[in-house]
């Protein structure tokens, strides 16, 4: 692409985004305290920005994914199954830091008396049946409706099958891929005008008033985050590496993380992650499978929310937690957050579930879900920012392991 003519363009463009990603969280913070009523106006832009990154992620992880399979030269190593190995790594290790930090600070709850209309899962066996029939689901209707699971098998599927097609075949749908990817690229440049109206409308509507009756759920809920996000994911990526892993985790959570916290969504974060990924020098058929995989089952984040409300429904009433049934929700939080994106609802619907292990009722579980969603603007945000960033950093940490990165990107990681 060649450099814009108009001087303040170029200025623009020359401050980094993470840069004006903060001047957008800055101002947003300004306007929501000064003018509330034009913050929730700016709230529009916020709307406008996710809407464009879910519209164009469930596209750009289809062509992605199929380009990169059906391009793919035989015996270039792409490294997917130790990145897999680190997910389900990272989603146990997240549910384990969940069962401690409950443990340590023990929390009870006031249970409302409204619960959400949604309907949980009855099981485990429901979530799985949810999961396969996302996989065999219609390709356009998987894209239309963000359905993950099921792009990705259709992706893999083409992408398989046009290995064998001719080689001009090939080139189309690389040519397809290149010129989505450049779409995305668009949409992420508008990114700090997004974070300003989600920012200014979020604060300007809601505010952080109803947040304060639960301000001890919340601390143990992110002091976990944190702490998987500064402590075990730097002992796992070392683990992988071998040296210093806080520069690599620092510019997962800056770059990624920030945007995660304040789009709410994995799956609007593919695009930035796939970016990311691409600046870091990582290897492109091993990110454009891992990225979107990361999206749909590395769900730490999603772990630690249905643990850590779980046993403080317990609390509550009083039922005590022995070691074995500990190390059985940690299992069983980890296996239902690698499913929270086939249920609608996400990982607050799977608290129901885990509730039914001490025999909590469903009409009390759906009570701590009302509880979930009331803190849900804080909660939910960390949880993206540390599922989506986690994505990057074991993807990142794996090529890094394997070699499989370009040398003067690795030098500057």
């Given at each position: 692409?060649?450099?814009?003519s108009?001087?303040?363009?170029?200025?623009?463009?020359?401050?980094?985004?993470?840069?004006?990603?903060l001047?957008?969280?800055i101002a947003?913070?300004?306007?929501a305290?000064?003018?509330?009523?034009a913050?929730v106006?700016?709230?529009?832009l916020?709307d406008?920005?996710?809407?464009g990154?879910k519209?164009?992620?469930?596209?750009?992880?289809?062509?992605l994914?199929t380009?990169?399979?059906?391009?793919?030269?035989?015996?270039?190593p792409t490294?997917?199954?130790?990145?897999?190995?680190?997910?389900?790594?990272?989603?146990?290790?997240?549910?384990?830091?969940a069962?401690?930090?409950?443990?340590?600070?023990?929390t009870t709850?006031?249970?409302?008396?409204q619960?959400s209309?949604?309907?949980?899962p009855?099981?485990v066996?429901?979530?799985l049946?949810?999961?396969?029939?996302?996989?065999?689901?219609?390709?356009?209707n998987?894209?239309?409706?963000?359905?993950?699971?099921?792009?990705?098998?259709w992706?893999?599927g083409?992408?398989?099958a046009?290995?064998h097609a001719?080689?001009s075949?090939r080139?189309?749908?690389?040519?397809?891929?290149e010129?989505v990817t450049?779409?995305v690229?668009?949409?992420?440049?508008?990114?700090?005008?997004g974070?300003?109206?989600?920012v200014?409308?979020?604060?300007?509507?809601?505010?952080?008033?109803?947040?304060?009756?639960?301000f001890?759920l919340l601390?143990v809920?992110l002091?976990?985050?944190l702490?998987m996000?500064?402590?075990?994911?730097?002992l796992?990526?070392?683990w992988?590496?071998?040296?210093n892993?806080?520069?690599l985790v620092?510019?997962?959570?800056?770059e990624?993380?920030i945007?995660?916290?304040?789009?709410r969504?994995?799956?609007?974060?593919?695009?930035?992650?796939?970016q990311?990924c691409?600046?870091?020098?990582?290897h492109k058929?091993?990110?454009s499978v891992?990225?979107p995989l990361?999206?749909?089952i590395?769900m730490?984040?999603?772990?630690?929310t249905?643990?850590?409300?779980?046993?403080?429904?317990?609390?509550?009433?009083?039922?005590v937690?022995?070691?074995?049934?500990?190390?059985?929700?940690?299992?069983l939080?980890?296996?239902?957050?690698?499913g929270a994106?086939?249920?609608?609802g996400?990982?607050?619907l799977?608290?129901?579930l885990a509730?039914?292990?001490?025999g909590?009722?469903n009409?009390?579980?759906?009570?701590?879900?009302?509880v979930?969603?009331?803190?849900g603007?804080?909660q939910?945000s960390?949880?993206?920012?540390?599922?989506?960033?986690?994505?990057?950093?074991?993807?990142?940490?794996s090529?890094?392991a394997?070699?499989?990165?370009?040398e003067?990107?690795e030098?500057?990681v």
């Amino acid at each position: 692409m060649s450099s814009p003519s108009n001087p303040l363009v170029r200025a623009y463009l020359r401050v980094g985004l993470v840069t004006q990603i903060l001047f957008g969280l800055i101002a947003g913070c300004l306007l929501a305290w000064l003018h509330p009523q034009a913050a929730v106006s700016a709230s529009l832009l916020g709307d406008l920005f996710v809407s464009g990154l879910k519209a164009v992620a469930p596209v750009l992880v289809f062509v992605l994914v199929t380009a990169s399979l059906a391009n793919h030269k035989r015996g270039q190593p792409t490294h997917i199954r130790p990145i897999l190995l680190l997910y389900a790594l990272g989603t146990l290790g997240a549910a384990s830091v969940a069962v401690i930090a409950s443990v340590l600070f023990p929390t009870t709850l006031t249970l409302v008396s409204q619960a959400s209309d949604a309907v949980p899962p009855s099981g485990v066996g429901a979530v799985l049946k949810t999961l396969l029939f996302s996989i065999v689901d219609n390709p356009v209707n998987a894209i239309l409706s963000g359905n993950f699971i099921g792009i990705l098998a259709w992706a893999i599927g083409l992408g398989f099958a046009f290995r064998h097609a001719r080689p001009s075949t090939r080139d189309l749908v690389a040519d397809v891929a290149e010129g989505v990817t450049l779409i995305v690229k668009v949409v992420i440049r508008f990114a700090p005008l997004g974070i300003f109206g989600l920012v200014a409308g979020t604060l300007a509507t809601s505010g952080f008033s109803a947040l304060a009756g639960y301000f001890q759920l919340l601390l143990v809920l992110l002091g976990a985050m944190l702490f998987m996000a500064f402590v075990m994911n730097p002992l796992i990526v070392f683990w992988q590496i071998r040296r210093n892993p806080y520069p690599l985790v620092l510019t997962c959570l800056r770059e990624s993380g920030i945007t995660a916290f304040f789009t709410r969504s994995s799956a609007a974060n593919i695009p930035v992650n796939m970016q990311l990924c691409e600046r870091l020098g990582l290897h492109k058929d091993t990110y454009s499978v891992s990225i979107p995989l990361g999206a749909t089952i590395n769900m730490g984040g999603a772990a630690i929310t249905i643990t850590v409300l779980t046993l403080a429904a317990a609390n509550t009433l009083g039922i005590v937690v022995d070691v074995p049934t500990a190390i059985l929700l940690s299992l069983l939080a980890a296996v239902c957050a690698c499913g929270a994106s086939g249920v609608a609802g996400g990982s607050l619907l799977l608290i129901p579930l885990a509730c039914s292990l001490f025999g909590i009722s469903n009409d009390l579980a759906m009570q701590v879900v009302a509880v979930g969603f009331i803190i849900g603007v804080v909660q939910d945000s960390a949880e993206t920012a540390l599922n989506s960033s986690t994505d990057v950093l074991f993807t990142a940490a794996s090529c890094i392991a394997h070699g499989d990165i370009d040398e003067g990107a690795e030098r500057r990681v």
